[in-house]
Structure formats: structure tokens, C-alpha cells
């Protein structure tokens, strides 16, 4: 449960803003590059992570990639840096500790229902997808 509302956070402290749209010359409105990923069909919040996600510009985002993007706010909750957020560094100050390794293994499982071709990647619209 504990694991779940750290998931929530994360989304909450990442989600982009609801300003950034889609130029249609491949970028948003907030100057991200939208990664040569067509425009129709896929939203521009869905491109504009990809943009950021996406470290090695391929336009499609591997395992190691979610894990790290999502890892940001794991990273900034571990206050003492010792890989375990206890229950005074997560929201509310309460439930069981969650080590990086867990919490890894939790965005993995997410990262596997999410990839809906299961070619080993998220594309946009994957990522756009409502959770699985």
C-alpha cells in the first residue's frame, strides 16, 4: 500500500504542465522535442515524457529508462541517501520502509503490464495508455 502511494507522488511531482501542447513542428510549447513520434492520435503530454524520458533518443522508452525517470522522486524522498525510505521520509510519516530495490521491481511490473506489444519498450502510445 505504502509502495502504491509513493507510485502517486511520483506521478504527481513529474507530471508535466497542462500548458504543454503539441506545435506540430515537432516540439511543444514548452520548447520539448516531441521525439519524432507522429502527433496524430498520441497525446502531447504522452510525447512531451517521452521527450524527457527518453535518454538515448530512440523515441521509445526501455525498461532501464522508466525505472529511472520514476526512481526521481524515490531519490528525493531518501533524505539520508541510504537506499530505504523510511516511514519518516515517506508522505505521511508512516508504514513500511521500501528499499530502492523494491521499489525498482514494483516500476518494472508496471512497466510490463504497460507494454502492451511486449516488445521490451513503451512507445507513446503505451505510455498514454490508462495503467493496466
Excluded: K
Amino acid at each position: 500500500m505504502r509502495v502504491r502511494a509513493t507510485a502517486c507522488l511520483v506521478a504527481i511531482l513529474l507530471a508535466p504542465p497542462l500548458a504543454a501542447q503539441d506545435t506540430g513542428m515537432g516540439v511543444t510549447s514548452t520548447g520539448v522535442p516531441s521525439m519524432g513520434v507522429p502527433s496524430t492520435g498520441v497525446p502531447s503530454m504522452a510525447r512531451h515524457y517521452m521527450a524527457r524520458m527518453d535518454e538515448d533518443g530512440d523515441a521509445r522508452i526501455s525498461l532501464a529508462e522508466y525505472q529511472d525517470w520514476m526512481g526521481y522522486a524515490f531519490a528525493q524522498m531518501d533524505r539520508n541517501g541510504d537506499g530505504v525510505l523510511s516511514p519518516a521520509e515517506q508522505p505521511g510519516g508512516r508504514g513500511a520502509a521500501i528499499t530502492r530495490e523494491a521499489h525498482r521491481a514494483l516500476l518494472a511490473a508496471r512497466f510490463h503490464r504497460q507494454d502492451a506489444n511486449r516488445d521490451g519498450f513503451l512507445d507513446a502510445r503505451e505510455l498514454a495508455a490508462p495503467p493496466r
